[in-house]
């Protein structure tokens, strides 16, 4: 009888495992990733750093901050093939909008740039154009729009994360 006490005592530990792994797995996010897409504009490379750093950041290659944040696209259900990803367009910050969030992050406080003068002062362009663009500009509200066409499947692509 004790034997038997043991094996019972065995599965009742095994299911008890079973399902605390299950409810961590339901339980868990996995839709925000803690990493992002940069790109160095010197080496013309992709390279995945922290989601919060404030672009431009140090790039691979130098003590030089030529990293801007890069979104990346592909197919849909293709974004783990890096032949299919290709770079939408590259977003980074007007010099007085760095310092700005840069010094709020480091006080704990909120930037004194205002919310439409922030928007103003992001600035995108395409992978292979040499200038950027207020992201609220005509030129880049279309960069920033333009990679979302359906393909001849007539499904948009997907934004990629690391």
Known sequence: MRRQNFKWIGVALLVVAAG????????????????????DLSEKKLFIAQRGLIPPIRGINS??????????????????????RRIAYLETNAPE???????????????????????????????????????????????????AVPGPDGLSPSVCTP
């Open 20 to 39: 605390w792994r299950l409810w961590m797995a339901l339980r868990s996010d996995p839709g925000v990733s803690e990493r992002a897409w940069f790109y």
């Open 97 to 147: 909008l760095k310092q700005s969030l840069d010094t709020a992050r480091a006080a704990g406080t909120t930037p004194t740039i205002s919310r439409g003068q922030a928007q103003s002062l992001r600035l995108v362009r395409r992978p292979n154009d040499t200038t950027w663009f207020s992201l609220g500009s005509p030129e880049g509200e279309a960069i920033v729009s333009e990679w």
């Open 63 to 84: 003590a030089e901050e030529d990293g801007v944040r890069a979104v990346v696209v592909a197919p849909p259900g293709k974004c783990d093939d890096p032949a299919a």
